[in-house]
Each structure stands twice: as structure tokens, then as C-alpha cells.
């Protein structure tokens, strides 16, 4: 256990649908971020959060809305998805963001499936 | 912005035997070059981690090198064994700004018994 925890773990959801992916982090970090992880592709950046700013926001679309009401939490709130956008979820946290290279520590993704 | 590629997409090596994975990045100031285990069904596990003020780095059977005139870094393996068979991705970073890592596109390490 790396100490980031995510929920729901699998996720189905149709394209008029609103849900949310929680992620949970044990580590006392400032830090998290949101990547997106699709078949053949790198892991993408989505978002960066330093001690509960949004310091980056990588053009991901609108349907896309995170929240980080504290240090220790990291939503993301999913609105009329696009089957395109399945793929898995990962959070990630690292001690801080930005000034020095941080090592991030990843959760175990939500498998996201949009029909 | 950072361009990291990764090769090969796939290495299949017998058990026993050492893998090599090699990445490349574009931006010299890219100081933090971390590699990651991702086994099925669970996150990325960060195995080692090398900084641009060293050229190599060792944990056991585990090793990675960095060569910064080059702009290119490798992961080393020895003595593979089968629970090492996983994606393996590599990552840059500039520590300056506030970006998260850039990831290379991942190497399937399969370990034939």
C-alpha cells in the first residue's frame, strides 16, 4: 500500500450521467494530481494541486471538474462523459509541488467505462 | 514542454537473465528521472529514482543510469525473476515549476521461466 487511496475502484457510467472519483492520501503531503491512463498511451497530467490551489490544469475538457477541499482529499467530478474518456483514473501525492523535483506516490486507479 | 520516449514496448527475457529498458527525454532541465512498476489491476510503484547530480544509482537488482549530455537514462534488471514481469514506465521532471512527471509510453517486461 502506497498510502493514496482511491473509490469507486470500477466504474460504469453512461454519457448523461454525473458521478464522482474520490482519492484519499495518508502521507501528510501538500500535493496531488489527477492523471488519466488510456491503452498505448502515457499517463497523462489532468490537474495539480498544491496545498489546495489548482497550480495546473493541463486543457483537459470541462466535463472534467476537480475538487480539493483539503490536503488530504481529491475529487473528480465526471459530467456527460464521452466514450473516449474511459480509461484508469490515477491520483497521485507527493510532499509538495513545484520548486524541486518531489517523488509522487500513485493509488490504485478507478477503471473508468463510459457507455 | 517534455517529450520522453521509451523503448522497447515489449522485452520478453528468460528468467535469470538481465533486462534493460532506455529512455530518452528533451528538456535539459530535467533533474528527477523516477521509474515505475505498474502491476495488473494496481497503480504505478515507484522502484528507484535517480537525481541529475549522480550518474547511477543501485538497489539490489536494481540499477539506473543517466547520462545528461545525452539526454537518456536506462533501467537495469538482474537475475530476473518471474514477479518482476509488469509495465515498466519511465519519467522526467523539471523541478522547477509546479508540472507533474512526464511519463514515457511503458515497457511490458514479460519473464519466461
Known amino acids: 500500500e502506497t498510502g493514496v487511496t482511491q473509490t469507486p475502484r470500477h466504474l460504469v457510467m453512461g454519457m448523461t450521467n454525473k458521478k464522482s472519483l474520490k482519492c484519499e492520501q495518508h502521507l501528510g503531503h501538500n500535493a496531488m494530481y489527477w492523471y488519466k491512463q488510456s491503452a498505448k498511451k502515457p499517463l497523462e497530467l489532468m490537474f495539480v494541486?498544491?496545498?489546495?490551489?489548482?497550480?495546473e490544469n493541463n486543457s483537459v475538457p470541462s466535463r472534467f471538474s476537480p475538487e480539493c477541499p483539503n490536503s488530504s482529499h481529491l475529487f473528480l467530478h465526471l459530467h456527460t462523459l464521452q466514450p473516449e474518456d474511459s480509461a484508469l483514473y490515477l491520483c497521485?501525492?507527493?510532499?509538495?509541488?513545484?520548486?524541486?523535483?518531489?517523488?509522487?506516490?500513485f493509488g490504485p486507479g478507478t477503471r473508468l467505462l463510459v457507455l | 514542454g517534455e517529450n520522453v520516449e521509451q523503448h522497447p514496448s515489449t522485452l520478453s527475457v528468460q528468467e535469470g537473465d538481465s533486462a534493460v529498458i532506455k529512455c530518452t527525454y528533451s528538456?535539459?532541465?530535467?533533474?528527477?528521472f523516477p521509474w515505475y512498476k505498474q502491476e495488473l489491476g494496481k497503480g504505478p510503484q515507484l522502484i528507484i529514482d535517480?537525481?541529475?547530480?549522480?550518474g547511477e544509482k543501485k538497489d539490489q537488482r536494481i540499477a539506473v543510469t543517466l547520462n545528461k549530455t545525452a539526454k537518456h537514462f536506462s533501467l537495469h534488471i538482474t537475475e530476473t525473476q518471474p514477479e518482476d514481469s509488469a509495465v515498466y514506465f519511465c519519467a522526467a521532471m523539471n523541478g522547477q515549476g509546479a508540472d507533474g512527471l512526464t511519463f514515457g509510453k511503458g515497457t511490458h517486461l514479460i519473464i519466461q521461466p
Open positions: 494541486y498544491s496545498l489546495e490551489e489548482r497550480v
Open positions: 497521485a501525492s507527493s510532499q509538495d509541488a513545484g520548486g524541486r523535483a518531489e517523488t509522487q506516490y
Open positions: 535517480i537525481r541529475s547530480n549522480v
Open positions: 528538456d535539459s532541465a530535467s533533474n528527477y
